[in-house]
């Protein structure tokens, strides 16, 4: 899984936001408690237009919990490892 954006992150531009589909859903929806569906929230996610933009800001500024860009933490985990193993091996070559 590879994913880039459009908008650097770290530069505090968040104007992707305002085209978000989540605009306007409840934030509780994306910080389900311990153990509950998250399935509703990466619906909202699917096929937004700024998806990446959200994902690759949650992943920027070190995001631990809730739903951002479609994925959960765990999820984000995974793909944070996948791309220090990324780096790693362009380093080492």
Excluded: H, Y
Aim: proline share 2%; hydrophobic share 30%.
């Amino acid at each position: 899984m590879s994913f880039s954006s459009s908008n650097d992150n770290r530069d505090g531009d968040r104007s992707w936001q305002d085209q978000a589909n989540c605009l306007g859903v409840d934030p509780d929806l994306f910080f389900p408690e311990r153990g509950a569906s998250t399935r509703e929230a990466k619906e909202v996610c699917r096929g937004c237009v700024v998806r990446l933009d959200c994902l690759e800001f949650a992943l920027v500024n070190g995001e631990k919990f809730g739903i951002w860009g479609g994925l959960s933490e765990r999820e984000r985990r995974r793909l944070r490892r996948q791309r220090a193993q990324s780096t790693r091996r362009v380093a080492t070559a």
